[in-house]
């Protein structure tokens, strides 16, 4: 067993776990933290991404040792004060969900592009998200969820939160 | 947190409110099956099968259950006693084999991945590793894979069959086919091969049972789409008193017709509960997903379809082989079946004769799969009209028009049996084509043919219709299914006005939360945010039918109106009551109970709630409650139909397939929701168009599945897909909301509009047919054979 200390969504955690543990694996099974979700077995589908020290990362493809000491922001931390995160807001007016088992990840990793790039084409979302599967959408309206999002940072409806900041909502 | 909206004019029917689905999911405030946490709580692993068809010799399980954290381990024999075989609920005929099929293999494995085994333990990683641990001896046994290999019965899937042929379907209607065809001036035959799909909703399967074996009570949490049907297929097969199975399906996420199903690992679940007294749980990776959920397809379809010179339609003959896996499950018969009515699709003709021979291979089953025999049979008619155009020299569309049903002419029997009710393909199809620019893209794939591009230009057609609405149920009685077709809705109004609504549907993804809110909110006249959907819990809604075959709106929404409107009828003899005014003296109109000509005598329907809820004055012919009940059998099927569009490039020289265009107008007839609508569109597009380009389960000669995990099996994201052009035409179907099925539509629409753009892309240098998935590999290839005069 190895000790760890994560910060995930603003508490601070720490655990014993065994080293070969999944981190989304101790989020979901150790934290309780649940509204990540698994889909796959080969880092293919994304449905787990979250993002650790303010990048995102298929947490199923990170051991929760590897986390030890950084700062791990989840679905469940995005909102602040009881209100959505603009992609949250996003991908429910667009419709830009339908079963929403891709919907954490596919939020995280669109986080993560808009972070990298404020305005991006259509074209630019869909090869940003290339990494995250969703079986329900066909990924129309989740495109213009992210583009929709991308307008409201931009115009600085609610700011894209720092993973430090994040907290339980 | 809420999410609050501004929208306090929306939510009646044809509304686009957003979804009230969605505040949960968007938030992580979820609650799948693997969420679910309870003390002492266990989880399974199951051991499978690595070959395809193996004798077992022996199982070792006394390391696994000498491991660590490891509570049990059960084989197939320790339950042998205390279930029946998994269910079919479809003889499709009198003498169809039907092999017996253990939820845990006893003595011999048929697919690779069938369980032999299965680890409780505290947890799923030593779950996972006792399972490593169980040592199991197989005699190998040849495996058979390949259909026309299986009919020969030289490898027997199940020895005391005698025979890997279940069964020989065969219907012959309208006028003699034999005499037709001969008496045509042309009859153009194809072969097609409907691959493997795997369904792949997002959230693989999960169990979680929560039993209590002294007091006989078990709670089954699954992933399912079907929790009614799984609660009385789990009493039947474990002999447990129906009432004391409560079944749940919490958060579904996504099921496509694969959690249409009745899985031995949710039975063991059961059985697992009972026999240690524990809560257990389980949940499949991906990659066991791959190899023990069931596949979709598999078919080889032979049609033969005959015309006069002038290209009228005289005929169609069509003889399946339908790959039903090593063993019948639920619906895995009937699924072509489904299609076999659907093979003459929206042309008039006088002749028909359908054949299907189901046969066993040791594959993982297939069954139910977004479409169902649907998409297979319009794929191959879609597919086939455009070679008959080749044929006789015309332009698809132009022989589609002049053989389809024409608006005045519904209601129209087909000659395979059913009554259209409604439908207008000339109006869904001149949209398509404006939408389209039909004729500016002939023109330039005339030009690129002239130049001789290297990048070629095709466009494929597909005027698709399909029957959903599943269903009426003496039809189905008639096909010999094991269920009926209706689904229940109740009305319950709270004290304070507010509404539940409890419905037999079962949804993962639909939106029927927020649909379901619209249509009663519509009927009772009362604020979409006033009702609640209740769904997915035995407990809760002890009767429907639940989701699959588009049939949740046109069924169960109808359902949902017939008991909102025996609310209102309620209602109104209570509020005709306190008015002191007789019952045909009053108006219902949103939402307030007036008196005629004296409108300021009125009672809103909040106040008749709370006046049933005190009960101090109320008529003596009537109980203090307003409760709706309703059971909504339909009478016929549902019939969406839709032009869709593909413009394809293909470039000669690596035969890559890019889609340039997609436009797809469908008339799914009246809408309650236009942005659900669409998204259900969009998402079986996809689906239709991975068949295409993308998806199809390889197995290897010895049966392994090559395409074992989401490295090897293509699932298309967000980059592999075209932006879809999507409209509707709008006309209503012949029932009470004039609402058709739709969650279907995309999928069978999409596939043969791929694939007829690429043939007609390289159809001048020879190609005649692409094989699914029109991979580059495959599309290259058929372009060299083309060239080489259809030598290899």
Same mark, same amino acid.
């Given at each position: 067993m190895a000790r760890i200390t994560l910060t995930v969504d603003g508490t601070v955690y720490t655990d014993d776990v065994e080293p070969r543990t999944l981190l989304v694996h101790h989020l979901r099974d150790a934290l309780g933290l649940t509204g990540t979700n698994v889909g796959c077995d080969t880092s293919s589908c994304g449905a787990c991404t979250v993002h650790v020290d303010g990048l995102s990362v298929k947490s199923c493809t990170m051991l929760a040792v590897q986390a030890d000491g950084r700062e791990v922001l989840t679905i469940q931390g995005l909102a602040q004060d009881g209100r959505l995160h603009p992609l949250q807001q996003a991908f429910h007016d667009a419709h830009g969900l339908q079963c929403g088992y891709c919907t954490p990840g596919m939020i995280m990793a669109s986080l993560d592009l808009l972070n990298h790039n404020a305005d991006p084409t259509d074209d630019e979302v869909r090869h940003g998200l290339e990494g995250n599967l969703c079986r329900c959408t066909g990924y129309q309206n989740i495109v213009k969820a992210v583009r929709q999002a991308a307008v409201s940072i931009r115009q600085g409806e609610g700011a894209t939160a720092p993973a430090s900041e994040g907290v339980p909502a | 947190m809420t999410v609050t909206e501004d929208r306090t004019s929306a939510g009646r029917i044809g509304d686009a409110p957003p979804r009230k689905e969605d505040a949960h999911l968007i938030t992580g405030q979820t609650s799948w099956t693997d969420n679910i946490q309870a003390a002492g709580m266990l989880t399974m692993a199951f051991v499978r099968s690595p070959m395809a068809h193996a004798r077992i010799s022996s199982i070792d399980t006394s390391e696994a259950a000498a491991t660590e954290n490891v509570v049990a381990v059960f084989t197939g024999a320790d339950f042998a006693d205390e279930c029946a075989s998994l269910p079919c609920a479809w003889p499709v005929t009198e003498d169809m084999k039907l092999p017996a099929h253990p939820p845990m293999a006893i003595d011999t494995v048929r697919h690779a991945g069938d369980p032999v085994a299965v680890v409780v333990a505290r947890d799923r990683y030593s779950a996972a590793d006792a399972a490593e641990k169980v040592v199991v001896d197989y005699e190998p046994l040849p495996a058979v894979v390949d259909l026309e290999d299986a009919l020969r019965d030289e490898v027997l899937v199940h020895d005391e069959l005698g025979t890997n042929t279940s069964y020989f379907f065969s219907m012959p209607t309208g006028a003699d086919v034999d005499e037709t065809f001969a008496k045509a001036d042309v009859v153009v035959k194809r072969r097609f091969i409907q691959q493997r799909l795997l369904p792949t909703p997002l959230e693989p399967r999960a169990t979680a049972c929560l039993a209590s074996p002294a007091a006989g009570d078990f709670t089954l949490y699954s992933s399912t789409q079907v929790p009614h049907i799984l609660r009385l297929m789990l009493a039947a097969i474990? %002999?447990?008193? /129906?009432?004391k199975i409560r079944v749940v399906a919490p958060d579904v996420g996504g099921g496509f017709g694969s959690k249409l199903q009745v899985y031995g690992e949710e039975v063991i679940s059961l059985l697992v509960a009972r026999r240690l007294g524990r809560p257990v749980k389980w949940t499949e990776t991906r990659s066991e997903s791959f190899l023990t959920m069931h596949h979709g397809r598999g078919q080889i379809q032979d049609i033969e379809i005959a015309a006069t010179n002038e290209g009228k339609l005289l005929g169609l003959k069509v003889d399946l082989v339908a790959d039903m896996g090593a063993y019948l499950m639920l619906v895995t018969p009937g699924i072509p079946i489904l299609g076999a009515f659907m093979y003459p699709a929206i042309y008039k003709m006088d002749a028909y004769r359908f054949n299907c021979t189901g046969v066993f291979t040791t594959k993982t089953p297939t069954d139910a799969y977004r479409g169902a025999g649907r998409p297979e049979a319009t794929f191959a008619i879609e597919r086939i009209m455009d070679e008959l155009a080749e044929e006789l020299d015309m332009d698809p569309l132009e022989l589609r028009r002049m053989n389809w049903i024409r608006h005045e002419e519904f209601p129209y029997e087909t000659v395979a049996g059913l009554t259209y009710d409604t439908g207008n393909y000339e109006a869904a199809t001149d949209r398509a084509m404006e939408l389209f620019g039909y004729d500016e893209l002939r023109r330039e794939q005339e030009e690129r043919r002239t130049r001789g591009d290297a990048v070629q230009l095709g466009i494929g057609i597909s005027t698709f219709t399909e029957m959903c609405g599943l269903a009426p149920s003496r039809v189905l009685g008639n096909l010999s299914f094991g269920s009926g077709g209706w689904e229940a809705a109740t009305v319950r109004v709270l004290a304070t006005g507010k509404v539940q609504v409890v419905t037999g549907t079962s949804p993962h993804g639909q939106g029927h939360e927020t649909a379901w809110s619209q249509i009663a909110a519509t009927t009772l006249g009362i604020p979409f945010e006033d009702v609640e959907v209740l769904h997915g819990d035995t407990a809760v809604s002890p009767m429907g039918l639940d989701t699959y075959g588009s049939r949740s709106l046109a069924v169960g929404g109808i359902a949902l109106q017939r008991a909102a409107l025996k609310v209102v009828a309620k209602a109104k003899k209570l509020a005709a009551h306190l008015l002191e005014a007789a019952e045909d003296d009053i108006d219902f109109q949103d939402g307030t109970f007036s008196v005629k000509g004296s409108p300021t005598a009125a009672k809103t329907f909040q106040e008749v709630a709370m006046a049933a809820f005190v009960a101090h004055d109320y008529p003596e012919d009537m109980e203090p409650d307003l409760t709706g009940h309703a059971v909504f059998d339909p009478e016929n099927f549902s019939y969406p139909h839709g032009t869709h569009l593909c413009a394809v490039e293909v470039d =000669? /020289? =690596? %035969?890559r397939p890019t889609i340039r265009k997609y436009v797809c107008v469908d008339d799914v007839g009246t809408v309650v929701n236009p942005q659900i609508v669409e998204g259900q569109v969009h998402g079986g597009l996809a689906q239709g168009i991975a068949q295409a380009l993308y998806e199809g389960a390889v197995y290897d000669a010895d049966g392994n599945?090559?395409? %074992? =995990?989401l490295v090897d099996y293509l699932v298309p994201a967000a980059p592999d897909l075209p932006e879809f052009i999507t409209d509707r035409t709008v006309t209503p179907a012949d029932n009470e909301l004039g609402v058709k099925g739709v969650g279907e539509a995309g999928t069978i629409a999409s596939t043969p509009a791929v694939v007829n753009a690429i043939v007609d892309a390289v159809r001048h240098l020879g190609v005649q047919d692409v094989e699914m998935p029109c991979t580059p590999e495959r599309v290259w290839r058929a372009i060299q054979h083309g060239r080489n005069g259809g030598a290899r």
């Open positions: - | 474990t %002999g447990i008193p /129906e009432q =000669t /020289e =690596t %035969g599945l090559v395409t %074992g =995990t």
